[in-house]
């Protein structure tokens, strides 16, 4: 991704729009409300996550967290943290987060969340010529007022084609056929997944260069994006039966009374970039090689990789993620992951990680970077 050459006509508006909304309070829609045990575990298991230090009191009461928490990214359950107001015309695909944690969620918290617009640039890719990256801030608190984390996510916003569609340049291509030892070796990696779970992980454990255990997730198939729905809604834009018909009514008839700021033609068009997680048709009209996953449900593989190797006694401090290409229903994502560098400040040891997925084809189709904070114990 690169700064694109001088804005046309229509994207020199489209960025005074946003530009004029940088630091407005928006609506929030939020799909959780409070960190109940069953919404944790929901969401843990919508990720792939069977760490039992999100859904079993037993174990929980044994950590230094003295009870259950939640999965770090379990705060999209709350809020995605997708900002995209405005631009009709145009069509959005998540480009990647920016996490910074203050502490771990615990059992029965009510959180709220509050997001605004905090940037927008003009710039090019390898595929899309110009687009506008558009940046959304959102900040998790307790009722209290207590932060818990803040959200820096990036939306990529590519005008749609004269045609309609969505303005990704992707050929289709077809789901991969693997090979008996291709399949295996997916299944082992899975069924033997390293997580370190109550050890603590030591700094004089740790070198820069060492490589973490990979972990597997996939084949992608329609289940998995159902079931990472449920702990997780897509946007705030899903809507079932009834809802989906009062949340068009309102996109034509009163868009300032719609619960939540994305453009009001994402209710009231027939086919929207998000339903291509779901279905072909809506895919195929973004642009995308097929039906495709969620950036977000993506962003929590490669952290889960994190958590499982730093262990439940050490803290993830920030993580960040950019989305490169999409993974269709098929393919199997493998994160990456090595220590990048050391340090200590204010007396806490911190680990700098760099993470990549990639598909079962080698490609890369995430980057990212994480911070964790460990744990010294008393002496």
Known sequence: MSEATAPDEDTRRALAELHARIGEPLRVEQWNHEATRDAIRHYAHGIGDDNPLWSDPDYARTTRHGGIIAPPTFLYSIFDGVVAPGLPGYSWFYAG??????????????????????????????????????????????????????????????????????????????????????FAAIERMVMEEYRRGSGWLEVSEVAVGMQLPTIARGPLVPIDMTTYYAGAIGTAGYKSTKMRWLYRDLALNAPDRLPNTLSPEYFSEGLTASMGHTDPAAAAAAGMPGVYDNGLQRTAFMITAVTNWMGDDALLRAASVRIKAPVIFGDTTFVKASVSALSEEGGADLIEIALRAENQLGETTATGTATVELHRPAP
Do not use: C
């Not at 969620?105 to 940037?119: F, H, K, N, W």
């Open 97 to 182: 987060a920016d996490w910074s944690f203050d502490r771990p969620v615990r059992l029965g918290e009510a959180i709220t969340a509050s997001a605004s617009v905090s940037g927008a640039r003009d710039v090019g890719g390898k595929r899309v010529e110009r687009m506008i990256l558009q940046s959304g801030r959102t900040e998790y608190r307790t009722l209290a007022g207590e932060r818990l984390a803040r959200l820096e996510a990036h939306t990529f916003r590519v005008a749609k084609k004269r045609d309609g569609n969505g303005g990704m340049p992707f050929a289709p291509r077809p789901p991969h056929r693997y090979t008996e030892q291709e």
